[in-house]
């Protein structure tokens, strides 16, 4: 019997709680609160990933519907971002310059709130690309959540015993993170730093191939040499 509520719907349901309580706080000035929160799923990101991008961030929330009604109204998936140099850049100078901002806001030299400012950004994006281009290129929580992601204690690994390489998974994954090899194009891997544990892949598989498990510590060099889809 198909189960009555899958982890997707509890994940819609803690973002769109996660989106009303941050909405609370910045209302009542009390955005400080959030940064909190934010850290502490920072700090524990080495154990479990990134939580807080996959269930709790406010940007990632609203992207939902923009990703949603964008593959409608265009019936196909949206392009990915063209492969050029400049991009890492660009997504160095983004983050740098999150950073100051970033101190200069814990510092109280100005009064900003770097959630709101960026996720027109994101919205604007997405319009365009895959939602997975803001995911993995330009947000700088996602760059400084990727980096203790890399090294997560839990994550979603691929059976390669049970994985037929259909590609479905890689195909929904909002966050670009699963790669395949290449040229051959037959195995599949899911790379941790990109993974926003959304479980969604986990759920289209229709071999039940994907697993959240504790990493291996040989696990991820081979991980990280797949080609990732965008
Ligand atoms: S959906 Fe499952 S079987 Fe298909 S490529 Fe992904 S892990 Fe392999
Ligand atoms: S790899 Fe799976 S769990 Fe991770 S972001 Fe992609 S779909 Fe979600």
Redesign the pocket.
């Known amino acids: 019997m198909p189960r009555r509520y899958s982890i997707q719907h509890w994940r819609l349901v803690v973002q769109i709680l996660a989106l009303l309580l941050f909405t609370y706080l910045l209302s009542s000035g009390r955005n400080k609160l959030w940064m909190l929160i934010m850290l502490a799923l920072l700090i524990l990101t080495p154990l479990g990933g990134r939580l807080y991008c996959?269930w709790l961030c406010p940007i990632n929330t609203l992207l939902r519907p923009v990703s949603w009604l964008r593959s409608k109204k265009a019936g196909r998936p949206a392009p990915a971002l063209p492969r050029v140099r400049w991009i890492s850049w660009l997504r160095v100078t983004i983050f740098i310059l999150f950073l100051l901002l970033f101190a200069m806001t814990l510092r109280g030299m100005i009064k900003i709130n770097l959630i709101l400012i960026l996720a027109p950004f994101a919205i604007l994006t997405t319009v365009f690309f895959s939602a997975a281009v803001w995911h993995r290129y330009f947000c700088p929580f996602g760059v400084l959540f990727s980096l203790p992601a890399s090294v997560s204690r839990w994550r979603?690994r691929i059976n390669p015993d049970l994985c037929r390489a259909c590609g479905r998974?890689q195909r929904?994954?909002?966050?670009?993170?699963?790669a395949v090899d290449e040229p051959s194009a037959k195995t599949y891997h899911?790379?941790p730093r990109?993974?926003?544990?959304?479980?969604?892949?986990?759920e289209v598989c229709p071999h039940s191939s994907?697993e959240l498990t504790a990493a291996r510590p040989d696990s991820s060099r081979a991980e990280e040499k797949a080609r990732p889809p965008v």
């Open positions: 996959g979603f998974c929904v994954c909002p966050a670009g993170a699963i899911i790379l990109y993974c926003l544990s959304c479980f969604t892949c986990q994907i």
